[in-house]
């Protein structure tokens, strides 16, 4: 469902002014829901456009964003078949605008009913033209810690005690590496469109060249399913089952929790956004938590180094 546009008229209608596809025609437009670094509006011109404009915070650097890969990136998930084709780019105004998909957005419980679907499209989207840009959790993570300790954020009190943990997946990870893939990195089922037909895959913000095993590890992680979800997945989308591969998976959603974690702690500080992010971050930071103390996590790491 779309929310009525809320906020000052004006200055989304002098937003929208400001972009060249858009200026000069009678427009309807809609806020529509979600989005923790930015707004989306879905916008139909008397020109016949139907589109999604996407005002972005200019304070997202410090997450790791780019937005000129973000467009880049766009144009070649389009490409391959699964984004949105990309109608505009004003970087002056931190616009972003792509075409209206029509489609049902997915939520969590859908990711578990659906994987041969996702898992073809995640494939169509990695065999497509390459990613401006590295997206790596392991060097995101620690950028993220030298920001929350530089500027004083706050992190949950014994958050370093289980950093030797995550460096223990980053070593077993460093074995053998998976050849890298463009890959979208941030998973969560909104992001995700079904129009009966196809499943399309929307919003770009930290997408980049990675290993495929994060992507589906982060997918299971975000939506909040089990291994055994995350092995069918897995065996969905490498078309056999590998329990190497599958534990991989698994340790990337633990680090990508982990480091997730610091996200939110970076909003918390910074975004004018009312959300509770401090919950947000706990909930992954809980079951990253949970994972490392498991008594079969070093087990996991062993796989992944002898693969």
Wanted: proline share 6%; aromatic share 10%; charged share 20%.
């Amino acid at each position: 469902m779309e929310a009525e546009r809320r906020g000052p008229v004006n200055d989304v209608e002098q937003l929208l002014d400001g972009i060249p596809s858009l200026a000069g025609q009678e427009r309807h437009v809609t806020l529509l829901p979600g989005g923790l670094t930015n707004r989306n509006y879905r916008v139909r011109t008397s020109a016949g456009l139907d589109v999604v404009v996407r005002h972005s915070s200019p304070q997202t650097g410090l997450l790791g964003v780019d937005r000129a890969a973000e467009h880049a990136n766009s144009v070649a998930a389009a490409a391959a078949g699964v984004g949105a084709p990309v109608i505009d780019y004003v970087p002056a105004l931190n616009v972003l605008v792509v075409q209206f998909l029509p489609g049902r957005t997915y939520a969590d419980d859908d990711v578990a009913r659906n994987l041969p679907r996702l898992a073809a499209a995640l494939r169509r989207l990695h065999a497509g033209p390459p990613f401006r840009g590295r997206f790596d959790m392991v060097e995101l993570q620690r950028s993220y810690l030298a920001i929350c300790t530089e500027r004083g954020f706050d992190i949950p009190s014994d958050y370093l005690q289980w950093a030797p943990y995550a460096a223990r997946i980053a070593a077993a990870f460093r074995v053998s590496p998976e050849p890298l893939v463009p890959c979208h990195n941030d998973l969560l089922a909104a992001n995700f469109l079904d129009d009966g037909g196809d499943v399309r895959i929307i919003d770009y913000e930290y997408s980049g060249m990675n290993e495929p095993s994060f992507e589906l590890g982060n997918l299971i992680a975000e939506a909040q399913l089990g291994r055994s979800v995350l092995a069918d997945l897995c065996t969905a989308y490498y078309g056999r089952r590998d329990d190497a591969l599958i534990a991989r998976a698994e340790l990337w959603g633990v680090l990508a929790r982990y480091g997730w974690t610091l996200w939110g702690m970076i909003q918390r500080a910074t975004s004018s956004i009312e959300f509770d992010f401090w919950e947000w971050s706990m909930v992954k930071y809980d079951a990253a938590r949970a994972a490392f103390a498991d008594p079969g996590f070093e087990a996991l790491c062993e796989q992944v180094a002898n693969r």
